[in-house]
C-alpha cells in the first residue's frame, strides 16, 4: 500500500509544475492589458503606463517573470492581487472555506440521494420507478444552472418565503470568523437562531450546486449496479438464500462503488464550475466569483495563484480516490 | 430575513451604536469594493462604500446636484488671477476610531496637506503604499498644483499653476478625501500603512466596522459627525448581490431597502408594485458614435451630418435601452449647467440624408462602426446598437461592417489617429462641470486620447478654452452654450442617448436621493417606523 501511495505522489510534482506553468500561461494569452483595462474610459498617459508596467514588472521578459512566479511559488508566496493589495493567498483563505462548506454540503446531498435512488432504479430496472427516475436525472443533468437557481429564487424565497434569497446569514447575526466555516462559527457563537438561519441559508445553493452531480451519481449508480447484478456471485448469492437486501446492498453495491467513486470524484472540479455561477447567483461570498472578478480585471497575480491552488485541491480530491480505490479493491494496489 | 424581524430583534447592533431602538438601513450593493481608500480606485462601487459613508472632502457636491457646496472648508476665497485658492477650515471635526487608532486631536490643515501631498510627491511614504493614484493623475491634478501651504492650522492654500474653474468641483471628488495625518503616521510606525486602505479612518457620517469580502460591509453612525443631525440611521449595512434579478428579490422579500442597478426589463413591474417605488433621474453621461473626423470622407462636416440625420434614435432608445435613456441632442447631459436646450436635433429623415450625402459627392460609401464589448449606463448593448446603425445606413446607401475588439484593445485602438471607422463609446461626468465632457472628449488637447472624433476644431476649442480660465458661472455659461452650438453645426459626434437611472427603494425609506455624479448616500436617508 505503501509503495503504492508513493508512486500515486510521484506523478504529482510534474503535474504541479505544468499546471503552474498553464496558469501562468493562460492569463497572458488572453487579450487585454490589466493596466489599460484598470484605467477604462479615462485612459493615462504614456509615462504613467510604462511607470505601471515597471512597477508590476511587465517590462521584464516573459522568462524572468516565469522565473520570478516559480520562485515565489516554492517558497509560498503567490504575490499580491493588483486591485486589493492583498496577498493572494490571504485572500483564497479567507473565501475558500465558503466554497467549501457549500460544495460538501452539495456533495453530500449529492450522494445520500443519488446512491439509493441509483440503487433502488438498477434493482426495479425498467420499472416506474426507474423510467421517472432517469428522465429526471437526464432534466437535472442539462439544467442551465442560472435559471434553475433564479426559479426556486422566486419560487421558495419570493412567492413562498420559505428560504432567505442570498447570503450566508442574516445580516442582524454578527460574529467573529472563526474557522470560515459559516455552521460551525454561528454554532459557536452562541447567539440565538444563528446556526438555524446559517442552515436555511444553505439550503437552496446546495441544491442548486447538487443537481448535476446528483443526477450523474444516479445514472453511475445505476449502470454499474445492472453491470454487478448480472455477475454470477450475485447469481450464487441469491441462489445460497441470502436475503435480498444483503445481496444488492452488500455484495453488489461494494463492487459497484468504484466507478461510482470515480465519478464522485471526478464532479469536484464540476462543483467548482458549478460553484462559480451557483456563488454569483447566491451572492456566496466564495472563490468561484472572486476567480471570475479577477479574469475580467485581469487581475494576473489572482488568476495564476487561484488557478494553482484550484488545481491541487482537485489533484488531492484525486489522490484520494485513487487510495479510497486500494481500500476498496485489494487487486488495484497490487498492480 | 424580513427588515421588521431585523428592527424588532437588531438590539444587538443597536446596543453597539448606544442607540435605544436602532435603525438598521440594508443596501443591496452590486459589487465589492476594491479597497476603502478612495484616492487609489476609479470605480463608483468602491466610492459608495468607502467616499461617500467614510470620508469628507474640503467642498462637497450637494446630494442630488452638482452645486459645490462647504464641506470640512467653512469657506474659500479665489485670488483675482485665479491662481490662488484659500480654504478657511471647519473647527471642532473629529476623525472615528477604532481598535488601533484613536484620535489625538481634531481634524486640521495637516490632514488636508497630507492628503493631497501623498498623491503628488513621491517623497512621501504613502506615495506608493498600495498602487497609485489614478484619478488624481487623470484629473491633472500633478500639472495643475503647485503647491498646498499651511497658513495656520485652520488655514490652507493651494497654489494653481494657471487659473482653472473646474478646480473646485474637482476638490469635491472622491479622491480628493480628506484622510487623518495622525492616523497614517501611526500605521507607518507600526509597519501596517496598508491599513489605511482596510481599516478607513475618515470624517464621514458613517464609521467602519468590518467587511466580508463579497458578503457584507457593516458601518455604524458617527456619534461625533459634525453635521447635526446626521446621519439619520444607526447602522448601514451593504448586503453585496451581483446580480440584478437576485437583488430585486431580495428587495421584495424586505432582505433590503434600496437596490441600485435594476435590469431595465424589470422596471415596469416595480413600478406596478406596492411595495416598491422607483426613483428615477437622468444620468450624468452621454452615449456617442464618433467619426474619425481626419479621414476622408468623415472630414466633412456634411457627410457627418447626413449620415446623423439617417439614425433613427428612437428606435434606439425603445430597443437598446428598453425606455431606460433618452434621446441626446448635445454632448453634455440636460441635469449639468449650461446645457443648451435652444440647439436643435438634426431630424431623423433618411430622404434628406441622401440627399445630402449626395450633394457632398460621396456614393457607394462603405464605414465600420465600432461597437464596445460591455456594458455601460451610457450603452447598455452597444453590438445591438451597431445593428441598428447598420440597418438605418443602409437605407441611405451606406454600407457598415460592424468590428469589435477586447475592451482594453478597444479602448487603445480607438485612440489611433488613422483609425479606421466610426467608435461607440460613452463618458459619464466626474465632477459635473461642463469642462469635463466639453475639453476632455472634444478639445485640441485630447486628439488622441479621448477625443476619440479625432476633432480639434479651433473656433470650439478657444471658446472651450476660454471657459475653464473664467470662473463666474454665468459668463462661463454662455460660453459653453455658444460652444454646444458649434458642436452640432460641425457634428464631430452623433450623440445618441443619455441614460436613465432607475433606483427601487421600499416605501419605508425616507429622503433618498438619486444623485446625478452616480453615488449612493446615504447620509441623509431615514426610515419610517
Given amino acids: 500500500m505503501l509503495r503504492y501511495f508513493l508512486a500515486r505522489l510521484a506523478t504529482f510534482v510534474p503535474t504541479f509544475l505544468g499546471v503552474t506553468l498553464i496558469s501562468f500561461a493562460f492569463i497572458r494569452v488572453l487579450p487585454g492589458d490589466p493596466i489599460i483595462v484598470m484605467a477604462g474610459e479615462r485612459g493615462l498617459s504614456e509615462e504613467r503606463y510604462q511607470a505601471l508596467r515597471d512597477q508590476y514588472g511587465f517590462n521584464d521578459p516573459l522568462l524572468v517573470q516565469f522565473w520570478n512566479y516559480l520562485t515565489g511559488v516554492m517558497q509560498g508566496d503567490l504575490g499580491q492581487s493588483f486591485v486589493t493589495k492583498k496577498p493572494v493567498w490571504d485572500e483564497f483563505f479567507a473565501l475558500f472555506p465558503a466554497t467549501l462548506e457549500l460544495s460538501i454540503c452539495a456533495i453530500i446531498i449529492a450522494i445520500l440521494l443519488g446512491l439509493p435512488a441509483g440503487v433502488i432504479a438498477a434493482v426495479y430496472r425498467g420499472k416506474l420507478f426507474d423510467r421517472a427516475l432517469m428522465s429526471t436525472a437526464l432534466v437535472g443533468y442539462s439544467m442551465p444552472i442560472f435559471w434553475w437557481a433564479l426559479l426556486l429564487i422566486i419560487v421558495f424565497s419570493g ?27 454561528s454554532a459557536l457563537s452562541g447567539q440565538d437562531g444563528a446556526f438555524w438561519s446559517a442552515i436555511r441559508h444553505l439550503i437552496l445553493p446546495s441544491i442548486v450546486l447538487a443537481t448535476i452531480p446528483l443526477a450523474v451519481i444516479a445514472r453511475q449508480t445505476r449502470s454499474a449496479m445492472l453491470e454487478v447484478l448480472s455477475e454470477d456471485y450475485i447469481r450464487t448469492a441469491r441462489a445460497k438464500g441470502l436475503p435480498p437486501a444483503r445481496v444488492n446492498g452488500l455484495h453488489a453495491l461494494r463492487n459497484a462503488m468504484i466507478p461510482v467513486i470515480t465519478v464522485i470524484g471526478l464532479s469536484v472540479g464540476t462543483l467548482l464550475a458549478g460553484a462559480i455561477l451557483t456563488e454569483t447567483i447566491f451572492s456566496w461570498p466564495g472563490i468561484g466569483k472572486w476567480m471570475v472578478d479577477s479574469i475580467f480585471r485581469r487581475d494576473y497575480p489572482v488568476v495564476q495563484g487561484g488557478l494553482l491552488l484550484i488545481a491541487v485541491l482537485v489533484m488531492l480530491v484525486n489522490l484520494t480516490v485513487d487510495l479510497l480505490y486500494g481500500l476498496i479493491n485489494p487487486k488495484i494496489r497490487k498492480r | 430575513m424580513k427588515i421588521k424581524h431585523l428592527m424588532a430583534t437588531c438590539g444587538m447592533l443597536g446596543l453597539l451604536a448606544g442607540a435605544a431602538s436602532a435603525q438598521t438601513l440594508v443596501y443591496c450593493s452590486e459589487g465589492s469594493p476594491e479597497g476603502f481608500d478612495p484616492s487609489l480606485y476609479t470605480s463608483g462601487t468602491t466610492f459608495d462604500a468607502s467616499s461617500h459613508p467614510i470620508y469628507n472632502r474640503l467642498v462637497e457636491f450637494k446630494t442630488g446636484t452638482t452645486e459645490v457646496v462647504p464641506g470640512l472648508a467653512e469657506s474659500w476665497d479665489v485670488s483675482e488671477d485665479g491662481k490662488t485658492v484659500t480654504f478657511n477650515l471647519r473647527k471642532g471635526v473629529k476623525f472615528h476610531s477604532n481598535d488601533q487608532f484613536t484620535p489625538g486631536r481634531d481634524f486640521n490643515a495637516d490632514d488636508v496637506i497630507f492628503s493631497f501631498e501623498r498623491q503628488g510627491e513621491e517623497s512621501n511614504p504613502y506615495f506608493d503604499y498600495a498602487g497609485s493614484y489614478e484619478y488624481f493623475n487623470a484629473m491633472s491634478m500633478p500639472d495643475l498644483i503647485e503647491s498646498v501651504e499651511k497658513v495656520d492650522d485652520y488655514t490652507v492654500k493651494f497654489n494653481l499653476t494657471r487659473p482653472e474653474a473646474p478646480f473646485l468641483a474637482n476638490l469635491a471628488m472622491d479622491f480628493a478625501s480628506i484622510q487623518s495625518k495622525e492616523y497614517a503616521d501611526a500605521m507607518q510606525e507600526a509597519g501596517t500603512p496598508e491599513m489605511l486602505n482596510q481599516a478607513p479612518i475618515g470624517t464621514g457620517p458613517f464609521t467602519f466596522v468590518a467587511y466580508q469580502k463579497d458578503a457584507v460591509i457593516r458601518y455604524a453612525k458617527n456619534a461625533d459627525y459634525w453635521k447635526e443631525g446626521l446621519p439619520k440611521v444607526d447602522n448601514l449595512v451593504f448586503a453585496i448581490t451581483p446580480d440584478a434579478s437576485v437583488r430585486y428579490q431580495k428587495l421584495n422579500a424586505g432582505e433590503c431597502h434600496v437596490m441600485p442597478y435594476p435590469n431595465p426589463a424589470d422596471v415596469d413591474a416595480m413600478k406596478a408594485d406596492e411595495n416598491i417605488n422607483v426613483l428615477e433621474q437622468e444620468g450624468l453621461n452621454v452615449g456617442y458614435l464618433a467619426y474619425n473626423t481626419t479621414m476622408a470622407p468623415f472630414d466633412n462636416p456634411k457627410v457627418r451630418k447626413a449620415l446623423n440625420m439617417a439614425i433613427d434614435k428612437q428606435a434606439i432608445i425603445d430597443v437598446v435601452f428598453q425606455g431606460s435613456g433618452q434621446i441626446a441632442k448635445n454632448p453634455i447631459p440636460p441635469t449639468m449647467w449650461s446645457y443648451n436646450d435652444a440647439v436643435e436635433d438634426d431630424a431623423y429623415d433618411p430622404e434628406a440624408a441622401k440627399a445630402m450625402l449626395e450633394e457632398a459627392g460621396v456614393s457607394d460609401l462603405s464605414m465600420k462602426i465600432w461597437a464596445m464589448p460591455v456594458q455601460r449606463p451610457y450603452n447598455p448593448n452597444a453590438r445591438r446598437m451597431a445593428e441598428l446603425m447598420q440597418e438605418d445606413f443602409s437605407k441611405i446607401g451606406v454600407d457598415v461592417e460592424i468590428v469589435s475588439y477586447e475592451w482594453g484593445e478597444y479602448l487603445e485602438r480607438s485612440k489611433e489617429m488613422d483609425r479606421d471607422g466610426a467608435v461607440l463609446l460613452g463618458w459619464t461626468g466626474d465632477n459635473g462641470d461642463p469642462d469635463n465632457f466639453l475639453a476632455v472628449l472634444l478639445g485640441c488637447d485630447a486628439v488622441g486620447g479621448s477625443n476619440r472624433a479625432q476633432w480639434c476644431h479651433e473656433p470650439f476649442d ?14 462661463r455659461t454662455k460660453l459653453y452654450e455658444e460652444a454646444q452650438v458649434i458642436f452640432k453645426e460641425q457634428a464631430p459626434w452623433a450623440t445618441i442617448a443619455h441614460s ?30
Fill in chain 1, 159 to 185: 412567492n413562498l418565503g420559505w428560504t432567505p434569497v442570498s447570503g450566508r446569514i442574516d445580516l442582524l447575526y454578527y460574529f467573529d470568523n472563526v474557522t470560515g466555516f459559516m455552521l460551525i462559527d
Fill in chain 2, 462 to 475: 478657444e471658446v472651450v478654452q476660454k471657459a475653464k480660465v473664467i470662473s463666474d458661472q454665468a459668463e
Fill in chain 2, 500 to 529: 436613465v437611472v432607475f433606483m427601487p427603494v421600499r416605501p419605508e425609506v425616507e429622503n433618498y436621493v438619486v444623485h446625478p455624479l452616480g453615488g449612493h448616500i446615504f447620509t441623509e436617508v431615514g426610515l419610517a417606523e
